[in-house]
């Protein structure tokens, strides 16, 4: 299985602040039709995950622009260019390249 | 909207069965991969299941593998999770979710999710 790694677990920042969380796999998340599944997600407290990017880079409809993600291979950052008080929650990354899919443990952004 | 509706939680004993369900509503349902996460209480995100847009490819963990079911009746837009030989370990919140459109390797849009207790 791969076992993807999210660094921090945990991450105070002033509002207002940018923030960012690696995630790194432990082999290439490159499918064999070229394309990596490397997805983000966060988890609002009590809420269900929603998804943010995809593809590494791709936002999803409706999600802020403050929001981007990067990366390639096995090492990739979600970042919030500038912290809202809404971006409280948990985040995490997910690999759909092979089977069984696999979240990171997930990374607590809370504000200092 | 798009929205999908979990059901069919509850509190069952270890060795038991249940079986969720997921009402999906705003988009054609037949058109999409589909798949069930589940999170134990206080816990990660695990993924469970997928089941392809007409039902015929399946894939499981390995934590789930020969105990639970994945099925789709897309005639009423419903997904379906038969989950038998419970045990402890399967205690979470289940959710069930929509996969991409052109690429279904991510999950695009999330049920609010149904809790499954196994306990004596």
């Known amino acids: 299985d791969i076992v993807m790694t999210q660094t921090p677990l945990s991450s105070p920042v002033t509002l207002g602040q940018p923030a960012s969380i690696s995630c790194r796999s432990s082999q290439s998340l490159v499918h064999s039709d070229g394309n990596t599944y490397l997805s983000w997600l966060q988890q609002r407290p009590g809420q269900p995950p929603r998804l943010l990017i995809y593809?590494?880079?791709s936002r999803f409809s409706g999600v802020p622009d403050r929001f981007s993600g990067s990366g390639a291979g096995t090492d990739f950052t979600l970042k919030i260019s500038r912290v809202e008080a809404e971006d409280v929650g948990v985040y995490y990354c997910m690999q759909g390249t092979q089977i069984p899919w696999t979240f990171g443990q997930g990374t607590k952004v809370e504000i200092k | 909207q798009v929205q999908l509706v979990e059901s069919g939680g509850g509190l069952v004993k270890p060795g038991g069965s249940l079986r969720l369900s997921c009402a999906a509503s705003g988009f054609t349902f037949s058109d999409y991969y589909m798949s069930w996460i589940r999170q134990a209480p206080g816990k990660g995100l695990e993924w469970v299941s997928y089941?392809?847009?007409?039902?015929?490819?399946?894939y499981y963990a390995d934590s789930v593998k020969g105990r639970f079911t994945i099925s789709r009746d897309n005639a009423k837009n419903s997904l379906f999770l038969q989950m038998n030989s419970l045990r402890a370990e399967d205690t979470a919140v289940y959710y069930c979710a929509r996969c991409g459109h052109y690429y279904y390797n991510y999950m695009d849009v999330w049920g609010k999710g149904t809790t499954v207790t196994v306990s004596s």
């Open positions: 089941i392809s847009s007409s039902g015929s490819t399946t």
């Open positions: 593809k590494i880079s």
